[in-house]
Nanobody, 122 residues
Framework: QVQLVESGGGLVQPGGSLRLSCAASGSIFSINAMGWYRQAPGKQRELVAAITSGGSTNYADSVKGRFTISRDNAKNTVYLQLNSLKPEDTAVYYC????????????????WGQGTQVTVSS
């Protein structure tokens, strides 16, 4: 069984910062891409940022220059540093990872965390 556990959400004022963490645990052979998505009330879930196992990154246009994704492969953990937060960044943030549990898995399977709430408000 594989679990993704997120932490670091909370309430912050506009212009503030937060750091989200997501640790994968369980039976894991390898992890491909990891990423963060978010879903605001009444809106579809959207990709915020993603990072490959080699460290290549991509970001949604709305967060470029403000958010930074990174990962620690030794700890099976992905991070999202959120700076210069705006009220429109308010959402539930979900961690995602493509994981091969066994060497015999031909493709990685998608796993999701439970989500962590980020609220930006004065």
């Amino acid at each position: 069984q594989v679990q993704l556990v997120e932490s670091g959400g909370g309430l912050v004022q506009p212009g503030g910062s937060l750091r989200l963490s997501c640790a994968a645990s369980g039976s894991i052979f390898s992890i491909n891409a990891m990423g963060w998505y978010r879903q605001a009330p009444g809106k579809q879930r959207e990709l915020v940022a993603a990072i490959t196992s080699g460290g290549s990154t991509n970001y949604a246009d709305s967060v470029k220059g403000r958010f930074t994704i990174s990962r620690d492969n030794a700890k099976n953990t992905v991070y999202l540093q959120l700076n210069s937060l705006k009220p429109e960044d308010t959402a539930v943030y979900y961690c995602n990872a493509g994981i091969r549990r066994y060497i015999t898995d031909r493709i990685p399977y998608d796993y999701w965390g439970q989500g962590t709430q980020v609220t930006v408000s004065s």
